[in-house]
């Protein structure tokens, strides 16, 4: 049975894959990114599924690649080399393109790929103790992965600072560069990310997943013709269905929406 990732339904709807292997810092290796990989996957099909938290055992969030497993790669034929490395690449984007809301919270070192999950995750949400560093420079490579959601979160001119010198980033700071959406107590890491997830939950499915699409074609566009257009026929489409039907109705009456019951 794998261990290296641990799953848990605190709250119906809300699922918690929890990176275990304290032991390495939650290090990604093969094996850990294989389950996060079916992990997501499963949610993102399962209907019951309403929000995915990523946490992790111990004092670290994660420290990124496991060293030892990238030294053996370095030396194996460059096929196997680039089909490691897309794997990691194939969960980032799996994790930006779910259909529900992800959040990360972060205890301890983010570090490298750990970075990566948290910037792919929709809100991060970190203890006062959380450290971000992007240290490949530094191990005689670059984050190359990892850098289109960090480069997301704090913009290019942020990341031209941290990607070349690999320095720490403590929480507070983290914080206003946008790599973390909140701060809080050590002790409350946990309780507040299921409040945020709680929060999440109560927005329609289909709702939410359009939510997610619409922010990604919007995200980087200038306002046309062609995209107004294409928005406001999302909008129509939207609210003709089942769910923003129930959704307006429910709201009118004063009474919880179908999802929400």
């Known amino acids: 049975m794998d261990t290296t990732l641990l799953e848990s339904e605190p709250l119906p709807g809300i699922v918690q894959l929890t990176l275990n292997r304290p032991a390495q810092r939650n290090a990604l290796d093969a094996q850990l990114i294989a389950a996060l990989a079916a992990a997501i996957a499963t949610h993102s099909a399962r209907d019951a599924t309403r929000v995915i938290v990523i946490r992790a055992a111990g004092r670290a969030f994660c420290a990124g690649a496991d060293l030892t497993g990238m030294i053996t790669l370095g030396q194996a034929p460059l096929a196997e080399n680039i089909a490691d490395a897309r794997q ?3 969960v980032l984007l799996a994790l930006r393109r779910c259909p529900k809301p992800t959040v990360a919270a972060v205890q301890g070192p983010a570090f490298g790929g750990g970075v990566g999950l948290a910037t792919a995750c929709d809100i991060a949400v970190g203890g006062e103790e959380a450290q971000f560093r992007l240290p490949e420079v530094r191990l005689g490579i670059v984050p190359a992965v990892i850098s289109p959601y960090v480069i997301e979160a704090i913009g290019l001119r942020q990341a031209r600072r941290y990607f070349l010198s690999g320095e720490a980033i403590p929480a507070a700071r983290a914080r206003e560069l946008g790599l973390l959406h909140e701060v809080v107590d050590s002790a409350r890491l946990g309780a507040e990310a299921l409040r945020i997830a709680i929060e999440l939950a109560a927005g329609g499915p ?8 619409l922010l990604d074609e919007v995200g980087h566009r200038k306002p046309d013709d062609a995209l107004t257009a294409t928005l406001a026929e999302r909008l129509a489409h939207l ?6 039907q129930d959704g307006l109705e429910a709201t009118l009456q004063r009474r919880a929406p179908g999802w929400a019951r």
């Open 239 to 244: 609210r003709a269905t089942a769910e923003a």
């Open 206 to 213: 289909l709702a939410l997943a359009n939510c997610k699409a």
């Open 88 to 90: 990691l690449a194939a």
